[in-house]
């Protein structure tokens, strides 16, 4: 896994995964990185190299590995995000990478899992929910999970059994034309607002109640495929080619 500065673009580091202090072949999936510059990574390998990796960002040097336990497939993880204030990694694995979607929090001091969900074992229906993305709240109570109906759902991180309590009032009209290719929708959290992208559009929740407050959207480049938020600005990138958004992020409204 490979490293380059953004002005020059020349290789700095290249990231490996050392076992009994041999270097060995993996693929890397999900990426986060933490206060600290520390790098995390999904790897799975040929033998035993299925976990998260952390390496230092400044040498490239592995710092920890966090072995895949039984049924806990960390190696196919589609998300990973730090939490500050926890001192964790919510890792997400997630529909349809796998059937059963499982979210966790990972505490390296002690490599244990100190919370965890899944929906393995809930009783199938013509209605079924999968879980298409997941994100921690920022007050990292909660955590923000999307499905394919668009519905907004949220697991509360101070209880371990708790089920998804889904939100009725964050569902919205499909917009989606007959025959328009779709994306799956994302998820993101800024300046206390949660943003989903669904379709053409990105919608734009506030509150405690999680009011829907306002919606980005334009009239071409068809669906959105991913997004991101830095500072004052929003960026979206349609799967249409050459179309790339740029939106001034909204403020959040006095409610």
């Not at 993880?77 to 979210?103: E, G, Y």
Request: hydrophobic letters at 40%; aromatic letters at 10%.
């Amino acid at each position: 896994m490979p490293a380059s500065p953004a002005a020059s673009g020349a290789l700095r580091h290249r990231f490996r995964v050392q076992h009994d202090r041999q270097a060995k072949s993996f693929t890397a999936g999900a990426l986060a990185f933490d206060r600290d510059s520390r790098i995390f990574a999904s790897c799975k390998g040929r033998l035993n190299e299925y976990g998260i990796g952390v390496w230092d960002s400044a040498t490239g040097e592995q710092a920890d590995f966090f072995y895949e336990p039984p049924g806990c497939a960390l190696g196919d993880a589609d998300r990973l995000q730090w939490l500050d204030a926890t001192n964790a990694l919510m890792v997400a694995t997630l529909f349809p990478k796998t059937d059963n979607c499982s979210i966790g929090l990972l505490d390296f001091r002690d490599k244990s899992v100190a919370w965890s969900w899944s929906d393995a074992g809930t009783a199938a229906s013509l209605e079924e929910k999968r879980v298409l993305h997941a994100i921690a709240m920022e007050d990292e109570r909660s955590v923000c999970v999307i499905n394919q109906y668009d519905d907004l759902g949220f697991l509360d991180l101070r209880n371990n059994a708790g089920a998804v309590r889904w939100s009725s009032r964050s569902k919205l009209m499909n917009r989606k034309a007959p025959g328009e290719e779709s994306c799956y929708p994302k998820l993101a959290t800024h300046g206390g607002q949660l943003f989903s992208s669904m379709n053409d559009s990105i919608s734009v929740f506030s509150g405690p109640e999680h009011v829907l407050t306002s919606t980005l959207r334009r009239s071409y480049g068809g669906a959105i495929c991913d997004f991101s938020i830095g500072g004052d600005r929003l960026f979206a990138l349609h799967n249409e080619e050459n179309v790339f958004d740029v939106w001034e992020t909204p403020p959040p409204p006095i409610i």
